[in-house]
């Protein structure tokens, strides 16, 4: 799979706010999944979206593609501390495998 | 609902040693996938198995080998550990036949080499 790349590289808010993250990639793809780390455990399967669908809910997640830009966002709302982690964003092609994973955005959710 | 199951969570070897890391995939799911992350780094992948057999190949030293045996557990072999391979180890299934690629992840194996 081709590696997504997510902005911004860190986000810092208050507790009770959103938090919007941003990925962009470059071909064509199949689906598109979100995870989460916190630090230093294991990577948590959040979300996926497939390339037919514009969005897509899971309890204060919100993911929407947008597939003529090449483009996802991850909206987190009404933030709590727990939230903060390390966010990626793992683009899906045609072929199955291995998930490249980017650099990721770094969610800091004061409280 | 079971998850991925990684054993041991820690572990700390000597270097030139060698280690063995365990991991149990969900039930039914038909392939498993190793992930390592430095510290500080994104996980990068390491090698792959489809019902038993290696599907894909990453950056993986020689000096690890991978299998998975025939109740579906996996087990990544290393030897002649090197300080730079001290890292978060993880495993992943999924069952492709679903037709999508989510990867479900273990909780880890964290290797310390001194």
């Known amino acids: 799979s081709q590696q997504g790349e997510e902005d911004p590289q860190a986000l810092s808010i208050q507790e009770g706010e959103n938090a919007t993250m941003n990925c962009s990639y470059k071909?064509?793809?199949?689906?598109l999944q979100w995870y989460r780390q916190n630090s230093g455990r294991g990577l948590v399967h959040l979300i996926l979206?497939?390339?037919?669908?514009r969005e897509k809910h899971s309890g204060r997640l919100r993911v929407t593609l947008d597939t003529s830009k090449k483009s996802s966002s991850l909206l987190i709302t009404a933030s709590r501390a727990a939230d903060t982690a390390s966010y990626f964003c793992?683009?899906?092609?045609?072929?199955?495998?291995?998930?490249?994973f980017g650099q990721g955005t770094i969610l800091t959710v004061h409280p | 609902a079971a998850g991925v199951i990684q054993s041991p969570r820690h572990l700390i070897k000597e270097k030139r040693e060698t280690a063995t890391l365990k991991c149990y995939p969900i039930?039914?799911?038909?392939?498993v996938y190793w992930y390592q992350q430095g510290p500080g780094q994104d996980p990068q992948f390491l090698i792959s198995?489809?019902?038993?057999?290696?599907?894909d190949k990453g950056s993986i030293p020689d000096r690890f080998s991978a299998q998975q045996f025939s109740d579906y557990h996996s087990e990544l072999n290393m030897s002649s550990l090197e300080l730079g391979d001290s890292a978060l180890y993880f495993c992943?299934?999924?069952?492709?036949?679903?037709?999508?690629?989510?990867?479900?992840f273990g909780p880890g194996t964290r290797l310390t080499v001194l």
């Open positions: 071909t064509s793809i199949n689906n």
């Open positions: 039930p039914r799911h038909d392939t």
């Open positions: 979206i497939r390339s037919n669908e």
């Open positions: 198995f489809y019902e038993k057999m290696q599907s």
């Open positions: 992943a299934s999924s069952l492709l036949r679903g037709g999508v690629n989510e990867q479900f």
């Open positions: 793992v683009v899906g092609g045609t072929s199955y495998g291995k998930l490249t």
